[in-house]
């Protein structure tokens, strides 16, 4: 398989001012051509950095792609750099100053004299048609690895890359695929997961399985490589079905599913409807759940119970029970998630309450405690969580979220599972 | 000026299946610190090619960063990759040991043994702390250079850099500043204001201003290099003046500082209080509000009334208006806000009734189309927005939300100043 590197130039990068998108998307395109990224380098402006990486680069790859550094002010020095890295002289190159000029008379404006500089081109070098701004791209060899220099304008650079640079990477790559898919789980570790599929995980096995997680998601992601687009795929379906029987419901999607997105698919497919009632989460699981769009066949509405008197104002909790209990308990979850089903006429609700803190902990009830209720067809539940008193605010909130919408999940794959099989409700 | 390379590990990041913003952040914390990063590079998780990054960083700058790699999997080769750049074996760090029993302890787990090897250190490595995970960092001189390895998950990386390195990196730097300070904007196009300060933002002055827009806000970065942290700082001050004079109220923060934190700085200040009634938004302002630490001072919580008849059952919205006015209406947006300030017992209260698509729009009622209704001590009243029938269910969420949040800033500045002058209600 064919490897690139992938290099862009830019102070504002390099001092982390602007997030560089386009090598990401460009390692994308590279994979889904079938050739492997080994390295991304972000240098500044400075055209003898980006000549020593341009060198070394040659050496160690068998594409370059480089990005930024090519418009009309003193701080472009692709170019220079470019001639520099290939031992060669810029000089006009006529085609170019005539669609830059050409460019301008489009916009009824004459050129600045600025702009000549981005009709030079490195001897040997060949020039990539912009069709949506001023500067050409440059296609040159570099010790006989082919590098091609884009513009840093996002839109620019991919309708560059689409056009002039993938039909000749087609034609470079060896017809190998390097495809990828993730599944999405909740409710296991990363460290407890990776246990179970280690032997999936091992280094240089085909196809490469590895975890990443975030606020109690773990996605799974699978690298398959192989000569060919169907042995490619063939080797991700194995995987993910072997993955799946040993993980079971624990996986709740894989690529664009969300948690939220299944809870909704499920709820949808069913006909049931969904409430909420949240404090700790102050609107968090509403947000989650009404950022799918369609989300209205099936949400009846919500409550941000925040402060006591909400609690038992809107949802008609028993202030009895929660001066008895406190508001962060177990029998006030359960009270709130029942409150949201009758207030909003669902069959099913979720219900937070806990301490989110910083501030609010005590030795019983720490911050990052937090009781999730969940109302059902079938009944009212609450569920205890702790989620690590020294965890920050958003991190308890999110953990605290999506906990609630993989225990709906769960519940409605339950009920699913139990229509499907005829023993009915 | 000290010098940096900034390196992050990742076989997802080097394939384009994530974008890297740790890299962005760190080198941009290294800047407020005076130290210049003159290198990103980013490699798969393979502990050679990590290892032969450290080997030429170590040669070419004055302090090394690193993210990624810490896990507990096999595919977590950075404790290795450093072990071996600096030619010495890995070793068990029992005070690490005991931090990670200690961190599953507390969320009522036992440890996996898997995540023994996130004890594991280099010889002559020292452990740095992690106050939200399991992994600890490291930090490691590699001929000379001190270099710190990091966590990849970004919050625990950003909790260690700022309590871990960078005091240690405070003392590394020589004075020299590279000072940026960022202010936040809401209610002028981006290119209506570039254009009120486009004399500030041209290329080559000291210091350098620039604009970044995103979903209504706009943000006006403000870079300044000087000899020494004081000059610097001056420079930003000038600046900073500067660009209020010009912008006034448009300008609501800096730095670090949100919308929903000014509101809610501006409620607690005045002892005021808050609810909101939501309908296309779906909880977001709820969530807005309650994600500032301390929110529940003022906020008396939330109705998310997604469904009509949750806007007639909870708050008490005439049924009537829904069925003439619609439900995306000046009227139901005016009394959702009352509806929700009497149900909450609260002084503000903020709603929203809008079309978020990408479904539902209609010729007269766009998708884009939301009334933000404002209950404030002095009145109901409601405003009409169109956000792009064209633009992205999140993109119109957000931008509802933040308006509703910038009208109440508006009204609770105004109503500041009014008590301040004496003028009393």
């Given amino acids: 398989m064919r490897r690139a590197w992938v290099i862009s130039t830019g102070t504002e990068l390099a001092l982390g001012q602007t997030v560089d998108t386009n090598t ?25 950095a980006t000549r020593d ?27 220079q750099a470019l001639a520099d890295a290939a031992g060669v002289q810029l000089h006009l ?77 087609k034609r470079l790559a060896d017809g190998a695929a390097l495809l990828s898919r993730t599944l999405h789980t909740f409710g296991l570790g990363e460290s407890d997961l990776g246990e ?20 109690g998601l773990v996605g799974i992601r699978i690298n398959a490589a192989a000569p060919s687009h169907a042995d490619a795929e063939a080797l991700l379906d ?69 402060a006591n008197q909400a609690k038992v104002a809107i949802l008609d909790v028993d202030p009895e029970e929660v001066e008895q209990c406190g508001a962060v308990s177990d029998v006030v979850a359960r009270a709130l998630a029942l409150g949201a089903a009758r207030k909003f006429g669902s069959d099913y609700a979720a219900s937070t309450t806990g301490i989110a803190g910083p501030a609010g902990g005590t030795p019983e009830k720490p911050v990052g405690l937090v009781f999730i209720g969940l109302h059902t067809p079938t009944g009212t539940t609450a569920q205890k969580c702790l989620f690590g008193s020294d965890a920050p605010r958003e991190a308890i909130r999110l953990r605290a979220a999506r906990t609630a919408l993989d ?12 229509e499907v099989s005829g023993s009915g409700r």
């Fill in 24 to 48: 990401a998307w460009l390692a994308a395109q590279l994979a889904a051509l079938g050739i492997r990224t080994l390295r991304h380098i972000t240098v500044p402006d400075d055209a003898d």
């Fill in 53 to 79: 990486v341009l060198l070394q680069a040659a050496t160690a790859c068998d594409v370059i792609l480089l990005t930024g550094g090519l418009g009309p002010t003193d701080d472009d020095l692709t170019r």
């Fill in 93 to 169: 190159h006529p085609p170019s100053l005539d669609h830059l000029r050409a460019f301008f008379a489009a916009r009824g404006r004459e050129m600045p004299e600025r702009n000549t500089v981005q009709a030079l081109l490195p001897q040997a070098a060949t020039a990539l048609p912009n069709t949506c701004g001023t500067a050409p791209g440059i296609c040159i060899a570099l010790s006989g690895t082919p590098c091609y220099a884009l513009p840093g304008v996002p839109f620019e650079m991919r309708a560059m890359f689409e056009r002039e640079v993938a039909p000749a990477l």
């Fill in 196 to 215: 179970r599929i280690r032997d999936l995980m091992v280094r240089g096995r085909n196809p490469e399985v590895g975890t990443t997680a975030g606020f």
């Fill in 238 to 306: 194995q995987a993910e079905s072997d993955l799946r029987r040993r993980l079971g419901s624990i996986i709740f999607g894989r690529d664009g599913d969300t948690l939220p997105g299944v809870v909704g698919a499920l709820l949808a497919a069913t006909g049931r409807t969904l409430s909420t009632a949240e404090s700790c989460t102050g609107g968090l699981i509403g947000t989650l759940i009404t950022d799918v769009a369609g989300s209205s066949r099936y949400n009846r509405g919500g409550a941000i119970a925040y």
């Fill in 407 to 418: 225990l709906l999940r769960l519940e409605l794959m339950h009920a699913v599972t139990h």
